[in-house]
């Protein structure tokens, strides 16, 4: 889906990087740099958060808290919560957690935790919205 989406948007030129060769054995490709050189790992990474990193029914009970939340706002991270003055109003998903541990054993840790959206989310028998904030998660390298 991404590649039709770059493909039928781009208007005079398409560059790919990727790290196989799927595009030179299956595409007509004008240009193709093969890069040997080793990178080091990014001193800093941001993950931004979806509806699959947060606990949804979490927020059922902080509807109130979250509405006065402003996107921008920095929040505090302690263990697989996010809090907002002390108090904690989302609880991160396994998966997410589990996503965490991964880059703390590659030598990340939280940084900075800011809200980038609140959105509205109701499951299918509840009669009420609930406010859903969704994070992006700043990582630093040995921190």
Not at 36 to 42: H, I, L, R, S, T
Not at 52 to 67: A, P, S
Not at 97 to 111: H, I, P, Q, T
Request: overall charge positive.
């Amino acid at each position: 889906r991404k590649l039709y989406v770059g493909f039928t948007r781009a208007k005079r030129k398409l560059f790919i990087h990727c790290n196989t060769a799927i595009f030179s054995d299956s595409y007509h490709v004008a240009t193709i740099i093969n890069d040997q050189n080793v990178f080091p790992a990014p001193e800093r990474i941001s993950l931004q958060l979806s509806l699959h990193d947060v606990f949804l029914d979490y927020f059922k009970n902080h509807k109130k808290q979250i509405l006065q939340l402003r996107s921008g706002m920095a929040l505090e991270f302690f263990e697989g919560f996010l809090l907002h003055k002390g108090q904690k109003i989302a609880s991160l998903s396994n998966s997410c957690r589990d996503r965490l541990n991964a880059w703390n054993e590659k030598g990340y840790s939280v940084e900075s935790v800011t809200i980038s959206f609140i959105v509205a989310w109701k499951k299918k028998e509840d009669t009420e919205e609930t406010a859903v904030l969704l994070p992006k998660i700043s990582l630093m390298k040995g921190k």
